[in-house]
T-cell receptor, first 113, second 115 residues
Framework: DAGVTQSPTHLIKTRGQQVTLRCSPI?????VSWYQQVLGQGPQFIFQ???????GRGNFPDRFSARQFPNYSSELNVNALLLGDSALYLC????????????FGSGTRLTVV | AQTVTQSQPEMSVQEAETVTLSCTYD???????LFWYKQPPSRQMILVIR??????QNATENRFSVNFQKAAKSFSLKISDSQLGDAAMYFC????????????FGKGTKLTVNP
């Protein structure tokens, strides 16, 4: 079975541009969460979606947005990119809410120049 | 707000030996989950072990075990018979059982395993 897949694996963007990151959860998993991991730090929670509804939002500016599709895949959008948005963006999926564990993807490495 | 602290930025261990990674957390809640995740160079976060706060018995998964001290808000990870494949970043994480389902991570401990 395929795990959590994220695309692209790497990308480079210029300050001020917009970026869309994609995540496909494990088949049957209805919850998707997004995390930002800056180099040398632990991941920080950005969003959680369950059954296409936003269930949680971290302390990130409105430049960050996300959505979940009927097939439970998800997109994370970041507008007006700043140098500080350079990070590894991780997606995690779980079968249900309050799951006993989460499966992470290998992330998208975003570099803003 | 909950916080997770990992006070050891780096640790090293000889192959086949035992190592303990430390984690403390701060919360006013009584129901929560604690996790240890491993992140190898492949970047994928891999669940190592989890502990429900209401369970007094320490969780064990093969060579991995935890020492959960709820009153002290301490959650250390012991790796026995260390293997070269255990080398990675290890993150301690907290999740509330009420309110937000977000995982709160520590800054991580880099574990090196020497042959």
């Amino acid at each position: 079975d395929a795990g959590v897949t994220q695309s692209p694996t790497h990308l480079i963007k210029t300050r001020g541009q917009q970026v869309t990151l994609r995540c496909s959860p494990i088949s049957g998993h209805k919850s998707v969460s997004w995390y930002q991991q800056v180099l040398g730090q632990g991941p920080q929670f950005i969003f959680q979606y369950y059954e296409k509804e936003e269930r949680g939002r971290g302390n990130f500016p409105d430049r960050f947005s996300a959505r979940q599709f009927p097939n439970y895949s998800s997109e994370l959008n970041v507008n007006a990119l700043l140098l500080g948005d350079s990070a590894l963006y991780l997606c995690a999926s779980s079968l249900v809410l309050r799951a006993r564990g989460y499966t992470f993807g290998s992330g998208t490495r975003l570099t803003v120049v | 707000a909950q916080t997770v602290t990992q006070s050891q930025p780096e640790m090293s261990v000889q192959e086949a030996e035992t190592v303990t990674l430390s984690c403390t957390y701060d919360t006013s809640e009584s129901d929560y989950y604690l996790f240890w995740y491993k992140q190898p160079p492949s970047r994928q976060m891999i669940l190592v072990i989890r502990q429900e706060a209401y369970k007094q018995q320490n969780a064990t998964e093969n060579r991995f075990s935890v020492n959960f001290q709820k009153a002290a808000k301490s959650f250390s990870l012991k790796i026995s018979d260390s293997q070269l494949g255990d080398a990675a970043m290890y993150f301690c994480a907290y999740r509330s059982e009420g309110g937000s389902e977000k995982l709160v991570f520590g800054k991580g401990t880099k574990l090196t395993v020497n042959p």
